[in-house]
């Protein structure tokens, strides 16, 4: 098991930037895929996101293309969530996963509010 914790949501206008941080504990960073999901009011949780182990294939939620990019500090235990030019549909609680494999995340974090204001 790895222990996650999120970090660096907060309200911003819209066309703002934000970078959402997740630090692991307890397992070896580099063997398990990273990802971020989000969960807006009334909505189920959707996948953003996710990086492999080893930090080269990334995967997007089409709305978010162009506009986030995940990155992951092996060395830190940490993945990145950079948003750029955010919009008010990005509102949502935004939760960090691990997974040894990307169909089968199975640690969380508690999750980080960001608030975008129109």
């Known amino acids: 098991q790895v222990q996650l914790v999120e970090s660096g949501g907060g309200v911003v206008q819209a066309g703002g930037s934000l970078r959402l941080s997740c630090a692991a504990s307890?397992?070896?960073?580099?063997?398990?895929?990273m990802a971020w999901f989000r969960q807006a009011p009334g909505k189920t949780r959707e996948f953003v996101a996710d990086?492999?182990?080893?930090?080269?294939?990334?995967y997007y939620l089409d709305s978010v293309k162009g506009r986030f990019t995940i990155s992951r500090d092996n060395r830190k235990s940490t993945v990145y969530l950079q948003m750029n030019s955010l919009k008010p549909e990005d509102t949502g609680v935004y939760y960090c996963?691990?997974?040894?494999?990307?169909?089968?995340?199975?640690?969380w974090g508690q999750g980080t509010q960001v608030t975008i204001s129109s």
């Open positions: 990086i492999y182990g080893s930090g080269g294939a990334t």
């Open positions: 307890g397992g070896t960073f580099s063997s398990y895929a």
């Open positions: 996963a691990a997974g040894l494999r990307r169909s089968a995340y199975d640690n």
